[in-house]
């Protein structure tokens, strides 16, 4: 005789493993409109603002890699950075700033990212809290040395002149500077590296106001608008008035103003490729033995 108790059993088990699947199901997909509601915040909060479409949401520069080196013994540390390098005129500035862990600004960013004012009051609050040191390379340097050398110059230079002497240097660019203390080259560090974007607006603001000056001696060019950069302004005065001594002789648009201006200070370019004819005499009295080559 068969007994009952398994048969019952096996059944109410299966009912009971079945059952217990939406149960499980359940909290899954309350847990999931819980987060949805937070979703849609963090999604809302990285959203543009309204009339502001296709803006992206960019992480201000950090002291991050600044303090890792505290961390290691490593003080002081600089970041430098440079301002004006694709202008016609005027010089390129260079900046070095070592920022006070304790008394840091807010607020610092990449200047370009920036207003005008937002810059000055910044540039005060730098000054006033950070060392900071300017250098300058004329255009007369640029000239003689070309944009890049000029620039990394003036920004060794910078980093020198500092009131204390670092032992580690940020710099944004590719390109690393001769310096005694070790040198670290960042691609858009202005954006990345909390001590290079601090040294990013010391920079333009020294040389904004430089530009600011310059328009006083030299009225028409509209410096104190375009801070000597190429835009159709700029290239319309160079047209009617001809570069001055601040412009950067072998810029191309400053090239072609001097062509028309003072084509006397402009030398003709060579043709390398160019077929000359040589004339050449030959005294007929001179025998030639051309057996003794023979």
Known sequence: MRRPGPLRTIPAMIRDKSATKPAKAA????????????????????????????????????????????????WPVAGCDEAGRGPLAGPVVAAAVILDPDRIPRGIDDSKRLTAEEREKL??????????????????????????????WALKRAVVALPEAPRHVFVDGRDRLDTECDCEAVIGGDGIVLSIAAASIIAKVTRDRLMCALAQDCPGYGFEQHKGYAVPEHLDALDRLGPTI?????????????????????????????????????????????????
Do not use: Y
């Not at 005060?124 to 050398?149: E, F, G, Y």
């Not at 084509?263 to 003794?292: G, K, M, N, Y």
């Open 123 to 152: 540039f005060d609050k730098i000054c006033a809290t950070a060392q900071v040191s300017v250098a300058v390379a004329s255009p007369s340097r640029i000239d003689r040395d070309n944009i890049l050398r000029a620039s990394l």
């Open 27 to 74: 909290p899954r997909k309350a847990a999931a409109n819980k987060a949805a509601p937070a979703k849609a915040a963090a999604a809302k909060a990285m959203a543009a603002p309204a009339g502001k479409k296709g803006i992206i949401a960019v992480a201000p520069p950090s002291f991050r890699r600044e303090r890792a080196l505290i961390k290691r013994g490593v």
């Open 246 to 294: 601040h412009h950067r002789s072998f810029f191309a648009p400053v090239v072609a103003a001097r062509a028309k201006h003072m084509p006397w200070t402009v030398e003709p370019v060579r043709d390398l490729f160019a077929v000359t004819e040589v004339e050449v005499q030959v005294d007929a009295s001179v025998e030639i033995d051309v057996s003794a080559n023979l």
